[in-house]
């Protein structure tokens, strides 16, 4: 069975920093496209941030290019997410995703991927 397991969530003052981790167990994800989204109070789950295991390309949502990264460890199988200048609209559950197949694209819905965590809370206060 896969799993997912997030970590890294709290709280944080505006500008501040957080760093996320999401380990997956029971398969391999290497060469498997691995993703971060998120769910505010109220809203819809949104893409954040994506990343390849192989390849190693990242993409990320306008409202978070510049100020997050998402980084690999293939020997861990865990994904990272580092979240620099914190906003306050950045509070929100965040969650860790992957997909078994990978066609060569980019993956923004939340529809494209089978495998998700509980997700972790991130509060960012003003």
């Known amino acids: 069975q896969v799993q997912l397991v997030e970590s890294g969530g709290g709280l944080v003052q505006a500008g501040g920093s957080l760093r996320l981790s999401c380990v997956a167990s029971?398969?391999?994800?290497?060469?498997?496209?691995m993703g971060w989204f998120r769910q505010a109070p109220g809203k819809e789950r949104e893409f954040v941030a994506g990343?390849?295991?192989?390849?190693?390309?990242?993409y990320y949502a306008d409202s978070v290019k510049g100020r997050f990264t998402v980084s690999r460890d293939n020997a861990k199988n865990t994904v990272y997410l580092q979240m620099n200048s914190l906003k306050p609209e950045d509070t929100a559950v965040y969650y860790c995703?992957?997909?078994?197949?990978?066609?060569?694209?980019?993956?923004?819905?939340?529809?494209?991927?089978?495998?998700w965590g509980q997700g972790t809370q991130v509060t960012v206060s003003s």
């Open positions: 995703a992957a997909r078994s197949t990978d066609t060569g694209r980019y993956y923004y819905g939340t529809d494209e991927y089978e495998y």
């Open positions: 029971g398969r391999t994800f290497s060469g498997y496209p």
């Open positions: 990343i390849r295991w192989s390849v190693g390309g990242t």
